[in-house]
């Protein structure tokens, strides 16, 4: 059994790296920014495009609803998406009105972006005893993060 010292040393050594992957984030986000590269809204909006069932397509007004982003973000997110060939958008089938969203053929079979073809080769190092512990942590941390005004 640890000790309350030494399970100390570990929550600060955890906070430590919690800190450090912030800062390691901001700064990708800042490069990501500069070279006009995908930022994590568009990478999420895409996962949510991608993971659309055939018979419910994503559609401007749900992957609003997910990103939790105004309109007129959406409507520059897509701009964005459409001008790199990531998603193509079409008149949705059953409402005039509306639009659907679908990746875009060289999208579906490009590879996985840098970021996480890397971070699967770390989780690769670890035993699934391991993994399932930081799965853990990881997911505790973002409903923190979630919960927080």
């Known amino acids: 059994m640890a000790s309350r010292t030494e399970l100390q040393t570990t929550a600060t050594e955890l906070v430590a790296r919690v800190d450090e992957l912030r800062r390691a984030e901001a700064q990708l986000g800042r490069r990501l920014a500069a070279m006009r590269a995908p930022n994590d809204t568009d990478r999420e909006a895409m996962r949510f495009i991608t993971d659309a069932p055939a018979d419910a397509p994503a559609t401007p007004g749900s992957l609003a609803a997910h990103l939790n982003v105004s309109t007129a973000a959406?409507?520059?997110?897509?701009?964005?998406?459409?001008?790199?060939?990531?998603?193509?958008?079409?008149?949705?089938?059953?409402?005039?009105?509306?639009?659907?969203?679908?990746?875009?053929?060289?999208?579906?079979?490009?590879?996985?972006?840098?970021?996480?073809?890397?971070?699967?080769?770390?989780?690769?190092?670890?035993?699934?005893?391991?993994t399932d512990a930081v799965t853990r942590f990881l997911r505790r941390l973002s409903e923190e993060i979630n919960d927080l005004p």
């Open 74 to 130: 959406i409507t520059s997110l897509l701009r964005r998406l459409q001008e790199r060939g990531q998603i193509v958008i079409a008149p949705h089938p059953a409402d005039a009105r509306s639009k659907v969203l679908r990746p875009s053929l060289r999208d579906l079979h490009s590879p996985a972006d840098e970021l996480t073809q890397r971070v699967e080769s770390i989780a690769s190092e670890f035993t699934p005893e391991q």
